[in-house]
């Protein structure tokens, strides 16, 4: 039993410091050797204590169990050795033939002296000069005269008077050729206009009265109360014959029965009106039903004109 306890403790305590201090010593002493010596004791080391090739692994990859005893390759360090370069051999072209080729003699040089002469070096060559002679002024050549054509190659007055003749005959001919020409006739008509000449004296005033159509107004003009207008129509008649007419008189209506003061494109009928009384029937005109139905005397004439110009169209003078 320990009088005082506390000092034993105390002692190891301080032995236990000092073991640590010298242990952290140690250590940091051997990591600085290690540092600054390490890299040269490692390969010393690496010699003394190799570490183990690994064994390869065999797989087996039939289903046949095999026990074989092989024995671990190790790899075999071969020197290099130099490479020989083979010789290589150039192709020499054989030549068939060598020209001689002159040499020059070798051009003489004088000396070369340091010491400074006023005797020059070189032989001095005396030269001519050249004068230029005046070039003779070359003489003007005479302009080459024409020779005037001789009076046995000239024409006469006499023959100029006969071939100006016979060039005035020529123009004259010439000219009755292009004016002298008979009258052409027209040709007959391929189609006759019979059918159409019947068709169109056919109507009579009842039957244009009783048409239908449609018209456009082509011309207009108010009068007060009135509206007079000129207009183009397409007229179907009872019996079947059509034909578009432009009225030479004209539609007279009143503002409020006027069917063409509409826009809102609709049909407003309307009954045909016939000429006014008075009325006398413009020429030329073409011939149709609605003109022909109260004209008939002045058609027919028309119609016996063309027949005799070969159903071709006739004027008043023919």
Not at 43 to 55: E, G, H
Request: with cysteine; glycine share 4%; aromatic share 8%.
């Amino acid at each position: 039993m320990q009088l005082f306890p506390e000092r034993a403790g105390r002692g190891d305590r301080r032995l236990l410091s000092a073991a640590l201090i010298l242990s952290l010593l140690f250590h940091v002493a051997g990591a600085g050797v290690w540092g600054f010596f390490g890299h040269r004791i490692a390969p010393a080391v690496a010699k003394l204590f190799p570490r183990p090739s690994p064994t390869p692994e065999l797989v087996a990859i039939s289903d046949a169990i095999t026990i074989e005893k092989r024995s671990v390759p190790r790899p075999a360090v071969r020197a290099k050795q130099p490479q020989r370069t083979q010789p290589r051999r150039l192709a020499q072209l054989a030549a068939p033939f060598s020209l001689p080729v002159p040499t020059l003699a070798p051009v003489p040089t004088a000396a070369p002296t340091t010491a400074p002469t006023t005797v020059p070096t070189y032989r001095p060559e005396r030269g001519t000069i050249h004068h230029s002679r005046p070039q003779p002024t070359p003489e003007p050549r005479p302009a080459p005269v024409i020779a005037a054509p001789s009076s046995k190659s000239a024409f006469s007055r006499q023959q100029i008077a006969v071939l100006d003749a016979q060039f005035s005959k020529t123009i004259a001919q010439a000219q009755h050729a292009i004016t002298d020409v008979p009258m052409q006739r027209r040709p007959p008509a391929r189609n006759p206009d019979q059918q159409r000449y019947i068709a169109v004296m056919a109507g009579t005033p009842e039957q244009f009265l009783s048409a239908q159509g449609e018209c456009t107004s082509i011309q207009v003009s108010a009068h007060g109360a009135l509206v007079d207008r000129y207009l183009r129509c397409v007229i179907t008649y009872s019996d079947g014959y059509f034909e578009q007419v432009s009225f030479p008189w004209v539609f007279r209506f009143t503002r409020r029965n006027d069917p063409f003061q509409y826009e809102d494109g609709s049909y407003h009928p309307f009954p045909m009106q016939p000429p006014p009384d008075a009325f006398v029937l413009p020429h030329p005109f073409a011939l149709s039903r609605a003109i022909c139905s109260f004209y008939r005397a002045e058609c027919q004439s028309v119609i016996t004109r063309e027949r005799a110009n070969g159903n071709q169209p006739a004027t008043d003078a023919q």
